[in-house]
């Protein structure tokens, strides 16, 4: 059987054939000597470190003193971070990261995936078209933003014009709901007989008018102390011929001395002379004695006492008991009883006077309380006239009277009020005009006050409504600067495209160099620099149609002549530094030494450029960018391997021999167990199913129906090498499933059960 290692011994021969045999393209023949381009080295950047940024997640150092500098790696170990980290290395995301010997007018030119789709760009709704330059796809960029950007603000302008009008019909009816509500003024007070119609002379024809005279007057402070009918009163006096009026005269009644007379607090006793006097003054009660001796009837020797209907009253008793109540006695009775008749007659005067004044006009408003002082006087007189009464009925007792001069000062207080606003009134009548002003005034006080709510809601829907206004004026001026200011870039930028008319047709003579005859390209637009592709035979545009590889291709022929020229018009680089990311990840294989014909011939050997950095996923790339010449390379060029394991990525060293093909990789990979755990796992299947599937021409799923592998140790094994898809790294769902030594094991138990132990070993030992 021809064994697997033979045949990649071959291969590895043949491969190293064909570098030989390339290698040639690489070295310039002077008179039959062959020298090696890179004679001289300059200086450039000495250190690159990555740190904090996609998978490098602690320092990554990478250190050189070489011109040209060579990088392998796998998918998704880090080159793309490196080639992005060079094409803009000011980008917040970088900002742990550093270069060593970069100055400030060196230029770095950068090939990878975001150069691809930076120079092609489709201007908005020009499908099949696009740009061939990073300065007119940056251009042509900020003319689609610009006329997108114009397009949206002029929408932006429309609504706001509309919400501005709508905002304005808005307040215009709030405003006519206002004055229709303000109107009421004029139809309550105005017509017929109305007596302040007057207060609206010059108001009533117009809504407008009206309204507008109410909200400029001041809102009073405070209560008023008036009201329209008050003012109506007023007015209707004013009406006619009005005749001047008579003062009221105060309320005037004498009864002080009634209420502070002596006798009031004074006990009335009879004569303490009279045989009886100790008698009666011992009983305490004289006043029952002087009155039942009243009762007393002498028909003869004695009379029949009143007290105890006995016959026990001589006359000689009845002259002592007469004698007891002398004259001082009855003339103090009898001045008491004077003042009971004086004092109603004083109170009867004053509660007519009372009735007859609470019905005058100008006490009208005062009426309920005069009725109140009257009910007062009422009330306190008749207590004071039954106290004087009980005086009279038992002098002996001592009283006192309640006080009305409150009462009377109360409603003399009144009458003084009313004799103000009389005189007032009589000032009125002898000047009618001046009068009818103060009406006309105090009307509309009144009226501010009662419609203040309106205004009120007025006043606040006025201020927000000016204020939108004015806001959305401010929008408005703003939309159309904006406008105009992208209005002015557009045409400003539209004279900014570059002419790369000579790169177009070095791309079209590189694309028929490298065997690319099918389609071509050429402008668009002569005005804003478009290009577009054609295929032979046919008038559609094929943009769209390009594979991923013919892209590259064309992007790559332009990155070369943008390399040959300066990437700023302002001035000239100090020196270039070229980073070539991948070129070849999308090509097939027809195409990848053309490539790396093209890196020969364009940057190897020249000496234009002062230093390189390419990297690859493909070790036979890799190798053919490698001077073969031990002593060249070791002057010109250092070799790089970016790995990546669980901790990050990072750089090594490599020498000249390390160099191995895919299958050699994938066995370096899966003896370091610190790497990815779906990295290894993917590893050992790429590397079972090229050995099994290509190499012994089996069935690969049958490999793993063996008894030996059903163990149950081994299931996570066997499930993960017998997915459909084997290319990406999310085919381990579950990490904790993965166990590096269980896995391991049960690899190295293929190759055993299956008879490739020495396959095995040599591999794993390499």
């Known amino acids: 059987m021809f064994g697997f290692y033979d045949l990649y011994e071959n291969y590895v021969?043949?491969?190293?054939?064909?570098?030989?045999?390339?290698?040639e393209l690489s070295q310039i023949r002077t008179n039959g000597t062959r020298y090696p381009l890179f004679t001289v080295y300059i200086r450039m950047i000495s250190k690159i470190v990555l740190n904090g940024v996609a998978s490098y997640r602690k320092e990554a150092v990478l250190e050189t003193d070489k011109k040209v500098n060579l990088f392998y790696g796998l998918n998704g170990t880090g080159k793309s971070t490196f080639s992005e980290f060079l094409y803009d290395h000011s980008d917040d995301r970088f900002s742990q990261c550093r270069i060593e010997g970069l100055e400030n007018n060196d230029t770095i030119l950068v090939y990878n995936q975001k150069f691809v789709q930076d120079i092609f760009y489709e201007p908005q709704g020009i499908h099949g078209i696009f740009t061939l330059s990073k300065g007119n796809a940056e251009t042509q960029k900020v003319i689609d933003n610009a006329s997108a950007e114009v397009k949206k603000l002029t929408e932006q302008k429309s609504r706001i014009?509309?919400?501005?009008?709508?905002?304005?019909?808005?307040?215009?009816?709030?405003i006519e709901e206002y004055k229709k509500q303000v109107w009421k003024i004029k139809t309550e007070h105005t017509g017929g007989d109305r007596v302040l119609e007057f207060c609206l002379d010059g108001l009533k024809g117009n809504k407008d008018t009206l309204y507008k005279h109410l909200i400029s007057i001041e809102k009073p402070e405070g209560e008023m102390d008036y009201s329209v009918d008050d003012l109506k009163r007023e007015a209707q006096h004013l009406r006619g011929e009005a005749q001047s009026i008579q003062p009221l005269s105060k309320l005037l009644i004498n009864v002080d001395d009634i209420e502070q007379s002596e006798l009031l607090s004074k006990a009335i006793v009879g004569n303490k002379n009279s045989s009886v006097a100790t008698v009666i003054e011992e009983l305490g009660n004289p006043d029952w004695v002087n009155t039942g001796i009243k009762f007393v009837h002498m028909d003869g020797e004695k009379g029949l006492c009143p007290f105890c209907q006995q016959e026990t009253i001589t006359h000689n008793f009845l002259d002592q008991i007469s004698a007891y109540f002398d004259e001082s006695y009855n003339q103090d009775k009898s001045q008491i009883e004077q003042m009971i008749s004086r004092y109603e007659a004083?109170?009867?005067?004053?509660?007519?006077?009372?009735?007859?004044?609470?019905?005058?006009?100008f006490l009208e408003k005062k009426k309920t309380e005069i009725e109140n002082l009257r009910a007062?006087?009422?009330?306190?007189?008749?207590?004071?006239?039954?106290?004087?009464?009980?005086?009279?009925?038992?002098?002996?007792?001592?009283?006192?009277?309640?006080?009305?001069?409150e009462i009377i000062s109360s409603v003399n207080s009144i009458i003084v009020k009313a004799n103000s606003e009389i005189a007032m009134y009589n000032q009125r009548i002898a000047d009618i005009k001046g009068y009818k002003n103060i009406i006309r005034e105090r009307f509309w006080q009144l009226m501010r006050k009662e419609y203040n709510s309106v205004i009120e809601l007025y006043s606040a829907n006025e201020k927000a409504y000016e204020q939108s206004a004015q806001k959305a004026q401010k929008d408005l001026q703003t939309k159309i600067s904006e406008i105009n200011t992208n209005t002015v870039l557009i045409e400003e930028n539209r004279k900014k495209t570059v002419n790369i008319d000579e790169a177009v047709e070095n791309i079209k003579n590189g694309l028929i160099d490298i065997g690319i005859t099918d389609f071509t390209i050429e402008k668009y637009s002569e005005e804003d620099a478009l290009y577009r592709l054609r295929r032979e035979n046919s008038d559609e545009y094929v943009f769209k149609t390009l594979s991923e590889g013919e892209k590259m291709v064309i992007s790559f022929l332009y990155f070369i002549e943008l390399c040959k020229g300066e990437s700023t018009a302002e001035k000239a680089s100090n020196k270039k530094i070229v980073v070539i990311d991948d070129p070849i990840s999308s090509l097939s294989h027809i195409y990848v030494f053309n490539i790396g014909r093209l890196i020969h011939n364009e940057f190897l050997r020249t000496e234009k450029y002062d230093q390189l950095f390419i990297l690859t996923h493909s070790l036979y790339f890799f190798y053919e960018l490698t001077n073969t010449n031990h002593k060249e390379r070791k002057e010109t060029q250092k070799l790089f391997r970016i790995c990546k394991n669980t901790e990050g990525s990072y750089f090594e060293d490599m020498k000249y021999e390390d160099i191995q093909n895919d299958y050699q990789a994938y066995w370096h990979?899966?003896?370091?167990?610190?790497?990815?755990?779906?990295?290894?796992?993917?590893?050992?299947?790429?590397?079972?199913e090229y050995f099994f599937n290509f190499v012994e021409k089996q069935d690969f799923a049958q490999v793993f129906q063996r008894p030996e592998l059903q163990e149950t140790s081994y299931?996570?094994?066997?499930?993960y090498m017998n997915r459909e898809s084997h290319s990406k790294g999310q085919n381990i769902f579950d990490i904790k499933e993965f166990d590096y030594n269980s896995f391991r094991q049960a690899f190295k138990m293929v190759f055993e059960i299956e008879g490739y132990i020495d396959h095995y070993n040599k591999m794993i030992s390499i």
């Open 346 to 361: 004083e109170i009867k005067k004053a509660t007519s006077f009372l009735d007859a004044i609470k019905e005058d006009a």
């Open 376 to 405: 007062n006087l009422a009330s306190a007189s008749e207590q004071n006239l039954n106290t004087l009464k009980e005086k009279v009925k038992i002098p002996s007792i001592q009283v006192s009277l309640q006080p009305v001069e």
């Open 715 to 719: 299931m996570a094994f066997n499930r």
């Open 13 to 23: 021969h043949s491969f190293h054939t064909i570098h030989s045999c390339y290698t």
């Open 161 to 174: 014009e509309e919400k501005k009008s709508k905002d304005e019909q808005r307040h215009l009816r709030e």
């Open 669 to 688: 990979i899966i003896k370091d167990e610190k790497q990815t755990p779906a990295l290894i796992a993917n590893c050992m299947r790429n590397v079972m």
